[in-house]
């Protein structure tokens, strides 16, 4: 088995460090050249010196930084001039990946790990899933995510969801059409689904899993990348999405402007997909595990899978 790397970003977590420490240690005690990295930026509570104390153990790095500007800086602003919290995320994601490839070129097994939302972590799921993404060469299996619930036993995280059946989010369809209903149809479509695991194009769940090789060089992003324009154009084309009736209706003769208010926008060319803002932001925003993933398929990578009886995370 490959050795593993654990990624996380952390923000006033300072009620779950003792848990996040438990993890780590279930994790990197399952290969000795096991390293762990975590970004936290802004805390307002006693994360960052609660963190940099994990560093005794010296198979973990962290770092602490201050980012948090007077006024807002993100392209995606709310009504109301506040910043895009997708965006805050994403940058720190990258920055934690930034902290992996200057310290760590060999082959792994990456994990990346929500530090905000961690239990008592089983260790043999864990080490059985590395060493089946060891042992199959190509890219028929690259990547694993993780079955976590909610406080009601559903899946919680249905906005980094995506499959060949459910494909397009509100970046296209707009918030209405994403809301509880169609979240609802992705948790019974999941549930439904024989089988122990579920081919996806992109999940998460706060547990993940990945061949290093795979998103080596890759960047998170809160907004519609050239992997998913590519992918949607295709899908568009080929009328291969469920809901195609009602995207071929919305490209078809999209409703640009309201009373004088931009609703959404070509992101890659009047030739291309039109985005609808959504989420209360005045941009087409997306979950930032989506282009992430998206990027991965383009690569060629197909092998995503959700498993659905790996559960070591509880919900939120």
Known sequence: MRKLVVLGIAKNISKQVTILKDCLTTILDLHEDSRAYIYEND????????LKALETDSRIKVLCEKTRSAEPTTKALTWDNKACRLERIADARNKCMEMWESADKEDSIVIWMDCDRVTRL???PISFLARQLT?????TVVAFFAFSR???????????????????????????WWEEAHQKSIIKHVN???????????ACNGLAMYRSEVIRGLRFTAYPNTAMEAYYRTALRDLRVECHKELVKIQDKPITHDRGVCLGRYLFGTEGIWYKNNSGYNQPVVCEWVPFHFE???????????IKGWE????H
Not at 297 to 304: A, I, S
């Open 296 to 306: 991965i398929v383009q690569r060629g990578y197909t092998g995503l899978f959700l």
């Open 150 to 176: 909610n406080h009601l036993g559903n899946m919680y995280d249905t906005f980094a969801y995506r499959d060949d059946k459910f494909t397009l989010g509100p970046e296209i369809m707009g918030q209405e």
């Open 135 to 139: 042992e199959v060469p190509d890219k």
């Open 122 to 124: 089983n260790g043999d």
């Open 43 to 50: 805390s307002t509570d006693d994360t960052p010196s609660l």
């Open 192 to 202: 439904e689904s024989p089988g122990t695991h579920l081919k996806v194009l992109s």
């Open 312 to 315: 070591d995370v509880s919900g």
